[in-house]
């Protein structure tokens, strides 16, 4: 109880309180915080804005058809471009994403559907474990499994390697998208005795599916623009288009790569070109995301 | 649809909140699916199998010791990986320094204190920031962000402390410090992103109470908010830090790619990622690709690592 | 009997710890107060009753200008409080929420100790000396009757106390920082039979020294504890005036039939 040592006599509400310095520093802090909070966002914008503007302003500078279309050149000689690997980042990336989707999306089904175990947990687990490991590594060893073995650089192999970047992405893209599908769902066909196969067939893949087809356009977003993967599979090819899939072959964010880290300037001007092309096409796939999804839905864990 | 009592089958019975309840035998179908759920296994395994195999001879020829050894001499067949170490975790070290503040005051900013029409386009520009390919980053990074930081930054403190040993010797664009400004980029928007479901998902009810009884919001947000968000906010970081180690195409473009350990953070050094871009395909014996393997292997237990802390600590709210 | 107190404010506004003149207020498009005037009298318990949904939180919350944490708000109106408009733009708000503090539905105590849920205010407030905390969290706790029940657990969490419990906490927190006024937002409504009683009985000891606002969908509770009680319907102060003849003799057919219980 109040024994009377330093405290007023609390009868009047508010004695305690009377301090308007006090609040006024109180407020002044509260507004800068605010503006260093804000300060920071701004910050990033503006980091992103230099990044775009730079890839904008200097690839456009270097763009031309030739560049989408021909075959690099010798330094010196005019006219060279990105074309082989453009082309040989299509395919791959379309044929990783094949590979990736069409294994991802059964082990997302499964580990939403039956994924409640420690089995269950156990691969999700692993599914995460794999989404860490850095996409070098995952280059070093499809090089090991394919590359050695054919005796041969190849689209296969980057292909691979980019699939299996893609994996986890799309799994967990695909669980959320199939969690989400209520429950109700399920028990009514269940209800009029459809196995759960048929239902997972019918019923729950098709209510997932804009949840799921988000996940892996953002997936293929992702591995399109990757480079390391492709060092050591495809390894890239400064000579001709690729004519089989067995061959060592370009690839749009490797020639960049190595355009970038060259001496010449009239290749870094192609390494800017490239930048562009690549920056465009994902732009362009995250606006395709976007209106079909509704709302912008880039993974921040791709 | 029968639930059934055989104990051989109750192993089996799954009663799911977001799935279907079986108690019957898998059939077909949901062993197809097992095998599909396996291949993630079979994928993760092989990757421990190779990088073990091919690093196997050099962890037997250089045993612990490998990580502490500065010298890499393929010709002698001498192989130690500090010096890449060293790298990594220099830049990586840089890259937290530079990205957390500003990452996380983004992120209260997002969640907390940006009006309500501005949370939408911050949110993308932050988004935007993720979906930057990294050899882009690069590019970028070396031809753009390297010289002004050299000329802006670099050599001005340089100049002014050259006996200081962080700024000391000779300054180049390319260097552990420009590596770990870029990867701080990097690496924002993921902990910008996590952090801000972290804090977003912090209960309102906290944030009523405090503000009730008389606290500004930054006092709400100081005294609750964090505080209550602290452990994910950590993981958000962690899983920036496990990012930045593992990232590999833009920091070898603007690291410098010399081995060397110096003080000076304007020097040029060389990560563990980067030198296997630059060396392994150039790997003539083969003690050499196996020393390289083991730098791999580095690389990938670190990474995982980091990913395994970070989610543990965010958690399953991480999208 | 003297007469009643209207809805516009009378010249009793003596008395009034609270004075709301043609209150408004929009969420985004949809109108949730229609010009409520009410005098809020000092050192009563006042209680707002109505069925859910019509407005008597939204019209709690802007006493104490909590709805501006909501965006798409707008508000049109006075609001005084010991005769300042606390809609002013010289308004601090932080010494408004010392002095009008809220009781939530329910009980929203800190993760924090029991000590450090009623020092939080304040040391928010300023309050840094140890001493001076500790008898101020006595003494709060006291008030808030629940002294004895935590003295020997100050330092346990505060979440590990009853639902009653917290939320006697909850107003021992408020009285730290020595409010004038008590709004309280259904505060039993999460509460056990038991709590609630132990809770009302609080409020009327409280009232001495506070005014309190309550706003409740328990009518028995409005009966037993208030003295005043307004009702309000989709927005609109239907009635307002003394308990008992708000409930025995109401003017309004509505308020007639929402006592009876012919809707609710």
Redesign the interface.
Known sequence: ???G???PA??E?????R??G??RK??AIDRLMNFVCCGSTALLALMVALVLYYVAAEGLASISWKFLVHLPRPVGVPGGGMGNGILGSIIMVLMGSALGISVGVPVGIYLAEYGNGNTGNSIRFLTEVMNGIPTIVSGVVVYWLVVVPMHTFSAYAGAIALAIIMLPLVSRATEVAVRQVPQSWREASIALGATPARTIWSVVTPGARTGIITGALLAVARIAGETAPLLFTSFGNDVQWPTHLGMATAGLPLQIFVYAMSPYSEWKSQAWAGAFVLVMGLLLLNVVVRAFAGRSAISMQG | MTTAQDPSKTRRRRVLPGGLSTGQRFHLFEWTLVAFAFSIVLVTVLTLFILFKGAWPAIVRYGPAFVVHQYWDPVSEHFGALTYIFGTIVTSALALLFSVGVSICAALYLAEMA??WLRAPFSFVVELLAAVPSVVYGLWGLLVMAPWLYRYIESPLNSLFPRFPLFGGTPRATSLFTAGVLLAIMISPFITAVSRDVILSA?R????????????HW?AIW??IL??SSRGIFGAVVLGLGRAMGETMAVTMVVGNTPQIKASLFAPGYTLGSVLVNEFTEASIPIYLSALMELGLLLFAVSVLMNAAARILVGRMAR | MSRQETSAPSSAARGSKIEVQNLSLWYGKTRALENISIAIPAHEITALIGPSGCGKSSFLRCV?R?ND?I??VRIEGKVCVNGEDIYAKSV????????V??V?Q?P????MSVFDNVA???R????RNR??LQ??V??SL?AAVLWDEVKDKLSSPAMSLSGGQQQRL?IA??LA????VLLMDEPCSALDPVSTFKIEELMLGLKE??SILLVTHNMFQASRVSNFTGFFLSGELVEFGKTEELFEKPRDKRTDDYVRGRFG
């Open positions: 109880m109040n024994n040592t330093h405290l609390s009868n509400p508010g004695t305690l309180y301090n308007p006090g609040r109180r407020h | 009006p309500r209960s009810t906290l944030k009523e109470g405090s503000i009730g009884l008389g606290a500004t006092e005294t609750l505080p209550a | 104490n909590m944490l965006e798409n601090d708000l932080i010494a408004l929420r010392r002095q503090g809220m939530f329910r929203n105590p800190f993760p939080y205010g304040p928010i407030h300023g309050r001493v001076e008898e101020i006595q003494r006291d909850c927190r408020l920082v020595e409010p004038d020294k506070y």
